[in-house]
C-alpha cells in the first residue's frame, strides 16, 4: 500500500507537469504530498508493527521522488522563479522534515504553511543595487 501512494504521487507530477504551468504544476502536487504524509501518518503504527521497522520501505522513497521533484523544480527554475542552485536532495529533505511533524488537529494547515514557506525561499529575490533601500 505505501509503495502503491508513492507510484500514485510521482505519476501524478508527471501528469500535472504535462497538463499545468510550472508554478499550477507545482502547487497542485505540493497538496498531493501533503495528503501523502497524512496518509503516511495514519499508517506509520502498522509499519511499525512489520519485522524490521519500517525503514527498508521508507528508504526507498527519496530515490523514487527525485525525478518529479526535478522536473516540477526545473520548470520553476526556467521560469525564472527559483534559483538555479537547488539541491534536490536538500530540497526532499526539508520535505521530509515536514512528514516528521507530530499530526495535530491543525497538522495539514500547518505542513501547507511549512511548505509554503519552504518554496517561498527557492524564488528568485530581486536584487537590490547598492545604496537602495529595500522596501
Same mark, same amino acid.
Given at each position: 500500500?505505501?509503495? @502503491?501512494?508513492?507510484?500514485?504521487? +510521482?505519476?501524478? $507530477?508527471?501528469?500535472? +507537469?504535462?497538463?499545468?504551468?510550472?508554478?499550477?504544476?507545482?502547487?497542485?502536487?505540493?497538496?498531493?504530498?501533503?495528503?501523502?504524509?497524512?496518509? &503516511? =501518518?495514519?499508517?506509520?503504527?502498522?509499519? #511499525?508493527?512489520? !519485522?524490521?521497522?519500517?525503514?527498508?520501505?521508507?528508504?526507498?522513497?527519496? =530515490?523514487?521522488? #527525485?525525478?518529479? +521533484? /526535478?522536473?516540477?523544480?526545473?520548470?520553476?527554475?526556467?521560469?525564472?522563479?527559483? /534559483? #538555479? #542552485? !537547488?539541491?534536490? =536532495?536538500?530540497?526532499?529533505?526539508?520535505?521530509?522534515?515536514?512528514? =516528521?511533524?507530530?499530526?495535530?488537529?491543525?497538522? &495539514?494547515?500547518?505542513?501547507? /504553511?511549512? +511548505?509554503?514557506?519552504?518554496?517561498?525561499?527557492? @524564488?528568485?529575490?530581486?536584487?537590490?543595487? $547598492?545604496?537602495? @533601500?529595500?522596501?
Amino acid at each position: 500500500m505505501y509503495q @502503491q501512494e508513492v507510484t500514485t504521487l +510521482i505519476e501524478a $507530477a508527471n501528469q500535472l +507537469i504535462s497538463r499545468r504551468e510550472p508554478a499550477a504544476a507545482l502547487r497542485e502536487w505540493r497538496m498531493l504530498f501533503v495528503d501523502f504524509l497524512d496518509a &503516511k =501518518h495514519g499508517m506509520a503504527e502498522a509499519m #511499525d508493527t512489520l !519485522i524490521g521497522g519500517p525503514e527498508p520501505l521508507y528508504s526507498k522513497t527519496p =530515490h523514487r521522488l #527525485d525525478v518529479p +521533484i /526535478r522536473v516540477l523544480v526545473a520548470g520553476e527554475v526556467e521560469a525564472g522563479v527559483f /534559483r #538555479d #542552485d !537547488i539541491e534536490l =536532495h536538500d530540497l526532499l529533505r526539508a520535505l521530509a522534515g515536514v512528514a =516528521h511533524v507530530r499530526p495535530s488537529k491543525s497538522w &495539514k494547515r500547518s505542513a501547507v /504553511r511549512m +511548505i509554503d514557506l519552504l518554496l517561498n525561499g527557492l @524564488q528568485v529575490k530581486p536584487k537590490v543595487k $547598492a545604496g537602495a @533601500q529595500r522596501p
